[in-house]
Nanobody, 119 residues
């Protein structure tokens, strides 16, 4: 069974930093790209970024570029979202996501972790 568990959320002041780990299980982690997605209160899902299976490539939404960093440790089966220079509008539930499965790949999500940016 595929499971993704995010953690690390909480309250942070504008300009602050936070690191969100995600611990996946139930699939071959180092064969899969991983993504982060967020949902702000009352808004739709927003793609944050992604990292390739070996960590060699990362991609970010324009609004997160330069402030957010996705990394992974395949030996420890973890993927991290490091957020810095946080803004009020970064308040959201952050989800770790993977697409896996054969012959019909499906998206699997964690339950998310809430990040609140507030003074």
């Amino acid at each position: 069974e595929v499971q993704l568990v995010e953690s690390g959320g909480g309250l942070v002041q504008p300009g602050g930093s936070l690191r969100l780990p995600c611990s996946p299980s139930g699939f071959t982690f180092d064969d899969h790209a991983m993504s982060w997605v967020r949902q702000a209160p009352g808004k739709g899902l927003e793609w944050v970024g992604a990292i390739s299976w070996n960590g060699g490539s990362t991609y970010y939404a324009e609004s997160m570029q330069g402030r957010f960093t996705i990394s992974r440790d395949n030996a420890k089966n973890t993927v991290n979202l490091q957020m810095s220079s946080l803004k009020l509008e970064d308040t959201a539930v952050y989800y770790c996501k993977v697409r896996t499965g054969w012959p019909t790949p499906m998206d699997y999500w964690g339950k998310g972790t809430l990040v609140t940016v507030s003074a």
